[in-house]
């Protein structure tokens, strides 16, 4: 190792920030230079090499504290109890904040080393390590080696001076330095020039001198290596697969062979090689592997544990396959039999299938399928499904019967599903119950079978009947551990027929139950719904908060409730008018990998994209993307109400564009083409296509006809308190109303919608109606401004003022506070009046008369004469005239 003595003193000189960053591409020599100065460090060292399979939440931080209690062996009882809290529930957070104050407590210097960060991309890793790092105690010190800058808050660390870094640049070797790697270390003793034109063209990559160093070793003449060094390019890739073949070409064979067969491993050790090779000497192989530096590096603390250079294992790959395919097959069958006697499962099938072994695979499946999908891991089991289905016996498989049904559903093979469906019930009714896997106790029965045609329903919008089934299951099998599912689609069919509050119980049950099952699936997939009930009622923060559960913990894959979370709360973003944080949602979302048959999710995705590129002004990419969500939606057999989403956004961006008659035509086509399906309409979707025939009538100048469509649907929205779709109805009533001249009744609406919608923080849903409503925002507030009447609140004045400023109006904004305590010192010297009394107030101010009042009400006329007499008494006048000038100017009408 070439000693770094400017590196040493900079990391040194680093340990003053809460944050050392050493951020470079492969091959900076970032480990090494580490491992060097630490041989020198004083403090104890708490050091995790990452791999990709620490994209885990739990196992992150599990790595992280196991870690601390070795360098810190005083803390390790105490840690104990940390990871014990967290493995129930996965609930990181709540220990993040008890370690800190462990930490501070002991007052201990303690550097964290997480080398090879590169490999983690998990949200909730990302920010549980930001809240570490941001609360960090000061005898505490993280260090982050990686190819890749970290999403973390790395540019408000850097001007707050949390930050110190190393970067690309910093690490190059120098000349210098060259010269010491090839004479002293490697005994190459080039020419001083040769090593100069050697680091120009390497600019200074340490792996590229050592693979040069590598392939130099063979050439003792000296001109040969100079024209060597001179045709070396650093730049061209096609060089690196040179010189990697060249080092592999001078390895002794029976180590190339070794490299070979070993080389389909993502991990490796002895006893796990010799299965392999067959032979037994796999622990001698490592160990002069990594003696030799041939690109092999330890995974675990203990050191039994290796894993082949990225970029030397994708070239052993390709070797393997060009010379020895006929054995790839056998080499990953003996490595599933190998995991598979180790107990490590995941591996084992991961094997099996790339064997092609489809028996192996099967079998493997059925016994642990389910737990595989309670851990969370249905997208791999989906991806290992595909090549079972049609080439396995599911009258011998049940569970493997079920998960293919289940995949089915996501591909939209609709033939298969049914023969995996009818494979199941024939078992089930001839009581044939499968055992799925002894240790949990779980088996397969008429109850799952249930569960599986309600989730199916609900996938293709058809609520009435998912609720039918899960009813059935609850029947069969009240007290199945699988009742978190039967409860989570019971709240999603509850969801679809619009009953929010029965949702919400059964979610909450789901949840709950859930959680002390430690059934993943149900925990997240119950956070996506939560979502969408606390959206569909209005409350839009707890539906954001929902959503972020549901997000919380995603690895490379993300599931299909995980990436419908990430674009649900895009949409909430971009109605909050945060249109950045929609769009980094959206590209969130979209740059996880795709689950197995999961692209029917993108509908929502591409929905909003197209809201995105519609509001700005790109009106040719926002119908292609709408399109695409049309596309998306067949998928589940045309889902109505994501069918009818769609539709009305087309019909109301199409309507804005003043393209009237040609909406009017598709709307009549798009009517006949769903009412020619079989399944009728769900509450829902009913809602929206009448909003939409609503748009119509308003745009076409037919407010009665709005009226006539939506007031009864507002009744029935209002009563099942969903907020949303209430807000939807009363902003188009509202302009209906206006159109009307019926001013009162346009009042009141807009007065409705002010307060749904400030209690949800909308504003995209307002903002997006245009100059109608803007204007009588506008006017409310001008009239607030001459005369604070105290009927609004400061704080939704406040919110009018933020939405007429999104919207470019030019307003001046008021101390409201000042203006309400004016309007309570006003009101102050007056009797309180009753709303029945104001009402009746405010009826006179129109110009009303006792019995035009009375038929209003639906009262006799004799009780509007006893609230005048009331009023006048209040008032302390003796008339009409002056009790509307009295209520005037003490603000309790408007002018």
Known sequence: VVPRLRLYARLEEGMRCPLTLISAPAGFGKTTLLGAWLQHYLHPVAWISLDHCDNDLVRFWEYCLAAIARALPSLDEQIDLLVQAIRPNGNVEAILTPLL????????????????????????????????IEHIPSCVHVLISTRVDPSLPLARWRVQGKLFELRSDDLRFSLEETITLFCEGLHLPL????????????????????????????????????????????????????????????????????????????????????????????????????????????????????????????????????????????LHRRASHWFTQHKMILDATEH??????????????????????????????FEWLEPLQGRVDLTHHPIVAYFIALACLYTGDQQYYLEALRCMQQMCQEEQFTQIDGSAGYHLNMSNVQDLVAYAALFYG??????????????????????????????????????????????????????????????????????????????????????????????????????????????????????????????????????????????DGNLL??????????????????????????????????????ALFRVRSWLDEGNIEETVSWVKSARALRAAQEQREQVLECELWCLIDARLALAQQHPEKV????????????????????????????????????????RHALESVLSLAERGKYRRLLLDEGEVLLSLFADLYQRQQKRFTGEFQPHTLEYVYALLQDSGYSTV?????????????????INHLSERELEVLKLIAEGHSNQQIAHTLVVAESTIKTHLNNIYGKLNVNSRLQALTKAHSSGLLEF
């Open 101 to 132: 104050n462990m930490l501070a407590a002991c007052d201990q210097e303690l550097l964290l080393v997480l080398d090879d960060y590169q490999v983690i991309n998990a949200p909730s890793i990302q920010q549980t390590l930001a809240f570490f």
């Open 813 to 829: 904004p008021h101390d409201w506070t000042t203006w309400q305590q004016r309007g309570h010192r006003t009101k102050s010297t």
């Open 462 to 603: 058809n609520g009435e009947q998912a609720l039918t089934h899960t009813q059935e299951s609850l029947l069969l099998s009240p007290e199945s551990s699988e009742r978190c599912v039967t409860h989570l689609y019971q709240g999603g069919a509850y969801l679809q027929l619009g009953d929010t509050h029965q949702a919400l119980r059964e979610l909450l049950l789901s949840r709950h139950l859930a959680a002390r099952s430690q059934h993943v699936y149900a925990q997240q997939a119950s956070a996506l719904y939560l979502g969408d009930v606390a959206r569909e009622q209005g409350r839009l923060v707890e539906a954001a908060n929902w959503y972020r559960a549901c997000i919380q913990g995603a690895g490379e894959h993300m599931h299909w409730h995980q990436m419908q979370a990430c674009f649900r709360l895009g949409t909430i973003y971009f109605e909050w008018n945060e249109l950045a944080s929609a769009e980094d949602m959206l590209h969130q979302a979209l740059s996880f990998k795709t689950g197995y048959g999961q692209e029917w999710v993108i509908t």
């Open 352 to 381: 099996a299938v790339a064997a092609g072994d489809l028996d192996t695979v099967a079998n493997l499946l059925e016994r642990h399928a389910w737990t595989f999908y309670l851990q969370g891991h249905s997208t791999q089991l």
């Open 191 to 330: 020419k001083r020039e040769d090593l100069r034109t050697l680091v120009s063209n390497t600019e200074g990559w340490i792996a590229g001198l050592q693979l040069a160093a590598l392939s130099l070793q063979g050439r003792a003449d000296p001109e040969e290596a100079a024209h060597f060094i001179s045709a070396f390019s650093g730049t061209n890739r096609y060089v690196l697969n040179y010189l990697t073949e060249e080092v592999l070409a001078n390895l002794p064979e029976e180590v190339q062979n070794f490299l070979l067969m070993t080389s389909i491993l993502r991990c490796l050790n002895a006893d796990l090689c010799n299965a392999l090779t067959g032979q037994q000497n796999g622990a001698q192989m490592l160990e002069w592997l990594e003696q030799a530096n041939i690109f092999i590096s330890q995974v675990d603390e203990q050191g039994s544990w290796y894993r082949y250079h990225h970029l030397f294992a994708d070239l052993l790959h390709y070797r393997l396959r060009q010379q020895r395919s006929a054995s790839i097959a056998e």
């Open 707 to 746: 009226v006539g469509i939506l007031q009864p649907l507002l009744t029935t929205v209002h009563a099942q308190e969903r907020s949303h779709n209430e807000l939807l109805l009363l902003v188009t009533l509202v302009q209906a109303y206006t159109l009307s001249g019926d001013t009162r009744r346009a």
């Open 609 to 646: 994209a197209a809201q995105i590129a519609w509001l700005q002004r790109k009106s040719d990419q926002a119908s292609v993307l709408l399109d695409r969500a049309e596309a998306d939606a067949l998928r589940q057999r045309g889902h109505p109400f994501n069918m009818a989403r769609i």
